[in-house]
């Protein structure tokens, strides 16, 4: 992340939507714009907060990009939509983790174009439904086998032994969720398999599950 282009440093600690726009439309002229439109009659206080974190980290990242097609993009009633969504999102948001996501996602729509409306939205409304949990599982699931297995194992032990913060009914109640989401498609729990098996759990992350679990690993990058 950039951290040098001072125009984005907030000047007073109850910014309005004005003044997050402008700051945002210094960096990037062709998405002041929507942004202000969206911004416009948002509340203020710690909502706002978690708004311009977004919109400035938003803004560093995208800085010194540039693209013909994205500008067009951003004019569009679709994107606006987009970003009135996102944005509606994150001001409700508490996790951290969950934010940065929310901002990674405006990042791709902005910088490669081209998904429907439709499976964006779907995919803001999974990301909705998803607790900091569930992303510690779907971590889990994507966690490389251990070099040394056991002779046998199941998929159950192995996420008991990666998530020690959870009994067996959490994982069991959190997984359940994922699978209903088509986060992930792990049912056998509790079925005894040889060792690489049991500690090999990533083909259980779905490709739909697999863009998120790319955010979560961005983060921790």
Do not use: C
């Amino acid at each position: 992340m950039k951290d040098e282009n001072t125009d984005l440093v907030p000047s007073t600690k109850t910014e309005t939507a004005l003044d997050i726009a402008a700051a945002v439309g210094s960096a990037i002229p062709w998405i002041g714009g929507p942004v202000g439109s969206v911004l416009n009659g948002m509340s203020l206080g710690r909502k706002m907060s978690r708004v311009r974190e977004i919109l400035l980290g938003l803004a560093s990242e995208l800085s010194d990009f540039k693209s013909t097609v994205s500008e067009e993009y951003v004019k569009t009633e679709d994107f606006e939509e987009l970003l009135e969504q996102t944005l509606k999102r994150t001001a409700e948001e508490r996790s951290e983790l969950k934010r940065h996501i929310y901002r990674d996602f405006l990042i791709d729509a902005i910088s490669s174009p081209g998904e429907t409306y439709d499976e964006q939205i779907r995919f803001l409304r999974t990301l909705e439904e998803l607790q900091p949990d569930h992303l510690r599982v779907i971590r889990a699931l994507s966690q490389a086998p251990d070099q040394n297995p056991g002779m046998m194992g199941s998929p159950n032990q192995t996420l008991r032994r990666r998530l020690p913060e959870f009994d067996e009914a959490r994982i069991v109640g959190l997984l359940s969720q994922l699978n209903d989401l088509r986060v992930t498609n792990l049912t056998s729990l509790k079925t005894m398999m040889n060792g690489q098996g049991a500690e090999d759990l990533r083909h259980s992350i779905t490709s739909y599950g697999q863009r998120f679990l790319s955010y979560i690993v961005r983060d921790n990058e």
